[in-house]
């Protein structure tokens, strides 16, 4: 079976393969959010400060972010993704995954507080807050193939935080620890999302912006 990436589309190279042909201007075209600090968990190591992270919190709750658009430009796509390189979606793309019996995601309604230039600054005029979903995968692919050279390198038993080494060779998924999911992670990489051949299809045929789709074996930390 095949597996993809599905990532922002931005800093892609020649390994990556995308619906269109994404200029340099990236970030002048889509906005991108950025959640108020509040709707993340922050987790403190008691015993290394270094651990110090924060994460979108499991438990079911309100989250909200605001969107920061480029001049000019007043319309969200099919995808929008925060600065931390969550995947949030639109109703009409949330309802097409939920048509299609897509698995290994809850969608969590965001609420969109504040519409921001791309100065920080808040703007008025004729931008839209539209509504979003935040995509919280929930599917699991365990440990990747050994071919992908991810190596547990420490574990925290105080925290929880575990570091991992790089992929070397892509994310080769090893079918055998996945949970047959439609959207999943691999251990060693939390923040990147894996998706089956037929979300890409769906992704492909439907023509949705704003998204990267990287054959998983090609690519590249």
């Not at 019996?101 to 808040?122: M, Q, S």
């Not at 925290?159 to 691999?186: L, M």
């Not at 990489?189 to 949705?208: A, M, N």
Request: glycine share 8%; net charge negative; aromatic share 10%.
């Amino acid at each position: 079976m095949r597996f993809f990436t599905l990532e922002p589309a931005e800093d892609l190279d020649e390994a990556h393969y995308v619906l269109t042909d994404y200029s340099k201007d990236w970030e002048e075209t889509y906005p991108w959010a950025r959640w108020n600090p509040a709707a993340l968990r922050v987790v403190r190591c008691p015993l290394k400060p270094e651990h110090l992270r924060e994460e979108v919190p499991e438990e079911e709750g309100e989250l909200r972010a605001s969107l920061i658009f480029p001049e000019e430009k007043d319309e969200v796509a099919d995808f929008t993704w925060t600065d931390r390189g969550e995947c949030l979606v639109t109703e009409a793309v949330l309802q097409l995954f939920r048509q299609a019996g897509f698995t290994g995601f809850e969608p969590r309604r965001v609420l969109v507080e504040t519409v921001a230039g791309d100065n920080g600054d808040r703007v008025g005029g004729s931008h839209n807050l539209p509504e979003l979903w935040h995509l919280f995968i929930t599917g699991r692919g365990g440990e990747a193939d050994p071919q992908s050279g991810i190596e547990l390198l420490s574990s925290c038993e105080a925290c929880g935080f575990r570091e991992y080494s790089d992929a070397q060779d892509g994310i080769r998924v090893a079918e055998r620890n996945w949970d047959g999911t439609d959207f999943f992670t691999v251990n060693g990489y939390p923040g990147l999302i894996l998706i089956t051949e037929r979300v890409r299809d769906l992704i492909v045929t439907r023509e949705l912006e704003n998204c990267a789709l990287t054959p998983a074996e090609d690519w590249k930390a």
